[in-house]
C-alpha cells in the first residue's frame, strides 16, 4: 500500500522567504504525485502535478516541485513567499494506473508579514 | 471554482442518527470520490464510484455507504452517527476511472458536526 510523508506540520516564516515542504512517498511501483493547497475555509486546489517527464514541474502562483525517485520525495519549493500562501499544503501520491490519492497529514504554513 | 459542489455545507446532528450528503460532479466528469478530513486522521479516501458503479473502496466504515445516481451525483450516506465521524467530508471528481494522467477537483466539503 501507498503511503505518504510529510515531514513538517507546522512551518513560519516571514514575507520573501524560501520555502521547502517535504514529502517522501512509500510505494515501490510508478507513481503520479500532486500537491494541493487548502487555503483558510476553501477547499483543495491543485498546486502542481507530476506525471512523466521533466522531474522539476512548475504549478501555479510561483511553486516548484521536483521528484527524486532515488529518494523517494516530492518536495514543494517558492523562492519567495507572501503572506497570502498561508495556507495547509498536501503531497499525495497516486499508483499509476490505480484510483484513490493517498494524502500526506499536511503542512500549516503561516506566512507573516 | 472548482465546478464540483456539495450540500449541505454544514450539517449538526446527535449520535446514532443517519445523514445524507450529497456531491454534483464538474460536467461531463464520470468519477466521483468521496474524502473523510479529521484532526487525527487527516485526509483520507473514503470510495470512489465510475459512470455508476463502484470502482475503488478506501478506509469507509461499514455503517457508510454512497451510491452514484445515473445523473452522476453522488450521494454518502452515514448511519449510526458516532461522535468520531464528526469531520470535513469531500468530494472530488474527475474525468476516468483511473487516475493516470487526470487530476482530482474537489468540492468545499460538508463540515458535519455529530454532537
Known amino acids: 500500500a501507498q503511503s505518504v510523508s510529510q515531514h513538517n506540520h507546522h512551518v513560519i516564516l516571514s514575507e520573501a522567504a524560501s520555502l521547502e515542504l517535504g514529502c517522501n512517498y512509500s510505494?515501490?511501483?510508478?507513481?503520479?504525485l500532486f500537491w494541493y493547497v487548502q487555503y483558510p475555509g476553501q477547499h483543495l486546489q491543485l498546486l502542481l502535478k507530476?506525471?512523466?517527464?521533466?522531474?522539476l514541474v512548475k504549478g501555479i502562483k510561483g511553486f516548484e516541485a521536483e521528484f527524486i525517485k532515488s529518494k523517494f520525495s516530492f518536495n514543494l519549493r517558492k523562492p519567495s513567499v507572501q503572506w497570502s500562501d498561508t495556507a495547509e499544503y498536501f503531497c499525495?501520491?497516486?499508483?499509476?494506473?490505480?484510483?484513490?490519492?493517498?494524502f500526506g497529514t499536511g503542512t500549516q504554513l503561516k506566512v507573516e508579514l | 471554482d472548482s465546478g464540483v459542489t456539495q450540500t449541505p455545507k454544514h450539517l449538526i446532528t446527535a449520535t446514532g442518527q443517519r445523514v445524507t450528503l450529497r456531491c454534483s460532479p464538474r460536467?461531463?466528469?464520470?468519477?466521483v470520490y468521496w474524502y473523510q478530513q479529521s484532526l487525527d486522521q487527516g485526509l483520507q479516501f473514503l470510495i470512489q464510484?465510475?459512470?455508476?458503479?463502484?470502482?475503488a473502496k478506501g478506509n469507509i466504515l461499514e455503517r457508510f455507504s454512497a451510491q452514484q445516481f445515473p445523473d452522476l451525483h453522488s450521494e454518502l450516506n452515514l448511519s449510526s452517527l458516532e461522535l468520531g465521524d464528526s469531520a470535513l467530508y469531500f468530494c472530488?471528481?474527475?474525468?476516468?476511472?483511473?487516475?493516470?494522467?487526470?487530476?482530482?477537483?474537489f468540492g468545499p466539503g460538508t463540515r458535519l458536526t455529530v454532537l
Open positions: 460536467s461531463g466528469d464520470l468519477s
Open positions: 499525495a501520491v497516486n499508483a499509476r494506473g490505480g484510483n484513490k490519492l493517498t
Open positions: 472530488a471528481s474527475s474525468v476516468e476511472s483511473s487516475l493516470a494522467g487526470v487530476e482530482q477537483f
Open positions: 510505494y515501490g511501483g510508478t507513481v503520479n
Open positions: 507530476y506525471f512523466s517527464g521533466d522531474p
Open positions: 464510484y465510475y459512470n455508476g458503479e463502484e470502482r
